[in-house]
């Protein structure tokens, strides 16, 4: 079941701020994240992602700023806030001798209130249940991810914060944690803050991405909305029989041919007309579809061609 979501930011990010040896290595850095959304975060190697996400979960001190989590400050009133987080910061570490239950079973001890049902439950939720009594030396390490996912939510967190947790995963084991995650913020209304170095993956998982560069925010991108707007200009591609008779046709519009197909630059009511006139002059339209800049090649023209880790 899809819960209802709260209007306002679960974890704000305000100007946060961290100098080693006299240089800014994050710069002033402002983020809201919302319930139940997972949130990107991108740069090039060196830009800070890591400094940020140990700051976010204390492992590091801030210069200046702040992170609020459900309204409890992390420079302030530590303990507060961090019980609302969960995070793997690097590899998840298990006890290899145990089973995936016995290391859930000793982790919630460590924390009041999480039951046996708690436990169950998040073991439906990441999709471990039959083997979940097998002992972890036998797990592959996607399902060790998994594991160290569930053991990271078992206290219903607001927050839980990825650091590349891809890294090492077969093509099936990146698609069933993008699955369990997307399962995570839906049905349990968490927010999930993920780095990753494969931007495919992260165009598929994230409902938002933030790139930042130098320790400076550069941009923040909402992934998926592909409406054509009422009135701004986008790039449009139709796909019709006798395209170069067809572009003749379209004369006067900014168009043009790539790869068989036309493509026009136009608002909404532009392309409504344009599809008529096509029709009307017995053009097959087989096909429109708005031309998506892909998440990579906007990380590449941001960030100047930076690569990312």
């Avoid at 040896?21 to 997972?38: A, H, P, Q, T």
């Avoid at 249940?129 to 967190?157: C, E, F, N």
């Avoid at 927010?191 to 495919?200: A, K, P, Q």
Wanted: aromatic share 4%; net charge neutral.
């Amino acid at each position: 079941m899809e819960l209802k979501k709260s209007n306002e930011p679960i974890v704000q990010l305000k100007n946060v701020t961290k100098t080693m040896n006299k240089r800014k290595i994050i710069d002033n850095l402002s983020i809201d994240l919302n319930e139940g959304e997972v949130f990107g975060f991108l740069g090039p190697n060196g830009a800070g992602k890591t400094t940020t996400i140990r700051m976010m979960v204390g492992l590091i001190s801030m210069t200046e700023g702040d992170v609020i989590i459900r309204g409890n400050s992390i420079r302030q009133d530590f303990e507060k806030a961090i019980r609302h987080v969960g995070a793997i910061v690097e590899n998840p570490e298990m006890y290899k001798y145990l089973t995936g239950y016995q290391n859930l079973l000793h982790y919630s001890r460590m924390v009041p209130g999480i039951t046996r049902q708690r436990i169950d439950e998040v073991v439906e939720l990441i999709g471990l249940k039959g083997r979940i009594h097998d002992k972890v030396k036998t797990y592959s390490l996607g399902m060790r991810q998994r594991l160290g996912i569930a053991q990271a939510v078992m206290h219903k967190p607001s927050l839980l914060i990825l650091d590349e947790p891809t890294n090492g995963l077969d093509p099936q084991g990146i698609r069933e944690l993008r699955d369990y995650l997307r399962k995570l913020a839906k049905d349990e209304g968490i927010t999930v803050f993920v780095s990753s170095h494969l931007l495919s993956e992260m165009e598929l998982m994230c409902d938002r991405v933030v790139i930042i560069q130098g320790g400076k925010l550069i941009d923040t991108r909402s992934i998926g909305h592909t409406a054509i707007p009422e009135t701004e200009s986008q790039r449009v591609l139709f796909e019709v029989d006798r395209a170069h008779d067809a572009l003749e046709l379209l004369q006067g519009q900014e168009a043009g041919i790539d790869n068989g197909l036309i493509w026009i630059n136009s608002d909404r009511e532009g392309i409504a007309a344009a599809n008529a006139r096509l029709v009307a002059a017995g053009f097959k339209v087989y096909a429109i579809r708005v031309q998506n800049i892909s998440l990579e090649d906007q990380f590449l023209e941001m960030t100047g061609g930076g690569r990312i880790v």
